[in-house]
């Protein structure tokens, strides 16, 4: 049994990466195929997609900023968003059975704004794996987006406790005192040095801080995304979510086949699911209505809804707790199911395409953006630069270094995460922040004294997008790279940029050179960098 799921999760998820499609889309069509076919998932495939929910919720923690939370474009967009939602829908879904344009099994008011409710929520789950895969976790948007879900999960464990009657015992209370606990952990975190035992400490801090939460009857989640803000501020931070990687995106493929697999539908199922699939646009634009009234820029607006403009795995918790309670019936909780899968399918096509779809209808969207910016969304640029290093990872921060040394005064640096900016300006580095792929930026920016830009991006397909954005805002200099992989380098040069650099030749090139300086060699290793 447990071969049927790898075979066909590996086979459509290796379909769909053919097509050019996300896997995660693939993984759902496994789990209906296997529906279709008989099998049900068992315990251990469920326990195998709780594990990866609490990894994922626990590496969200490492990349966020608990001042994200308090921000007013969060709670203020978050909370209205919520609320106009459930008062629409609810209204529109009752007005419609009293006409009797609609009827539905068990729909009574309370089901009906308790149906919205559970539509209102969006997908941790999706939104999170389409921000990794492009690389923008870090950026305006994308720390957005995921404060927004941050947001929608404390109100969740608010209504799981409501819904259940399983109040927090007492000792919730002392669950603040965690905070003090801070150095302790940093200290094991340093401990666990950068082997096998620091993915180790991972799973134990993640899954320890979900049972201590579940000790006090409060949602064990929560727990664990806490542990990972608790230590969100150490330097090992992104070298934790980098080990625990690869398990989380394992263990989430258990995830997308439980969907699949957790009922089989009819005919009339899915085409309820298909009429709620229309309420994915509706769901866009008042994310996008909201962001803009706060004072959000239109991309940013415009990205962070998009990324939230689909339904909840925590819809189906809502209605598996109704259903249980027997306020609804199977049926609801079924087509909700098929609702959510076909709105992962939905977000991933059309994001993948987010920023060719800006470029083309930019003055459109900026229209809805106030004059004034919120002082985060001010752009703060070099008057003029000869060089540009586009991303200060690690790579990207050595190429900087070198280049400041080279050159002086003619080399600036760009990043997408404001706490890198911060850091990196306290260090006298000249830095601005700026996201490589926002063509407002490419269109703002002085462009004519820049005669070099390097991309130190972690995803080629961000780098091709940014090389693509600066040719269409004119950009006639020379333009250089990093890829891992041979295949990327071909990719990379067809793309436009002139020239592309292999990060494990290069360090191994580097590392050879500075040994033969240690023998008094005078000739130092020499190849064509350029073909690299």
Known sequence: MDYIWILFAFLCGFGMKLLQLPPLIGFLLAGFLLNALGFSAQPALHDLADLGITLMLFTIGLKLNIRDLLKREVWAAGGGHMAAWVALIGCVSAGLIGLGLWSADSATAPVLFLFAFALSFSSTVCAVKLLEESGEMKTRHGKLAVAILVFQDIVAVFFLVAATGKLPSWWALALPLLFFLRPLLARLLDAAGHGELLPLTGFFLALGAYELFELVNVKGDLGALIAGMLLSSHLKAAELNKALLSFKDLFLVGFFLTIGMAALPSWSMLGVALLL????????????????????????????????????????????????????????????????????????????????????????????????????????????????????????????????????????????????????????????????????????????????????????????????????????????????????????????????????????????????????????????????
């Not at 199911?337 to 900026?366: D, E, G, N, P």
């Open 277 to 532: 699939l229309l309420l994915i646009p509706l769901k866009f634009l008042m994310f996008f209505g909201f962001f803009s009234v706060v004072g959000l820029r239109g991309r940013t607006a415009y990205l962070s809804s998009l990324a939230l403009a689909n339904f909840s795995e925590f819809g189906l918790i809502v209605l598996a707790l109704s259903r249980d309670a027997g306020w609804v019936s199977e049926s609801w909780l079924v087509t909700l199911a098929l609702a959510v899968s076909l709105s992962f399918v939905f977000t991933s096509v059309v994001y993948r395409r987010a920023h060719t779809i800006y470029r083309k209808y930019q003055a459109l969207i900026s229209r809805w953006q106030r004059p004034e910016p919120l002082p985060e969304d001010v752009i703060h640029q070099p008057a003029s630069v000869e060089i540009l290093v586009v991303g200060l990872g690690r790579v990207g921060k050595g190429a900087y270094a070198a280049l400041q040394q080279m050159v002086p005064d003619q080399v600036w640096g760009m990043d997408s995460d404001s706490r890198n900016v911060r850091q990196y300006r306290s260090q006298g580095y000249a830095v601005f922040m700026g996201d490589g792929e926002d063509a407002d930026l490419w269109d703002k920016l002085n462009l004519g004294s820049i005669r070099l830009v390097l991309l130190a991006l972690p995803s080629i397909e961000d780098m091709l997008n940014v090389t693509e954005q600066l040719r269409e805002a004119g950009y006639s200099g020379q333009l250089a790279a990093i890829a891992r992989y041979e295949d990327q380098q071909a990719k990379l040069k067809a793309g436009g940029i002139d020239c592309v650099f292999n990060f494990f030749t290069e360090a191994g090139t580097g590392f050879a050179e500075e040994s033969l300086r240690l023998i008094g060699h005078t000739n130092p290793v020499r190849r064509d960098r350029a073909s690299a």
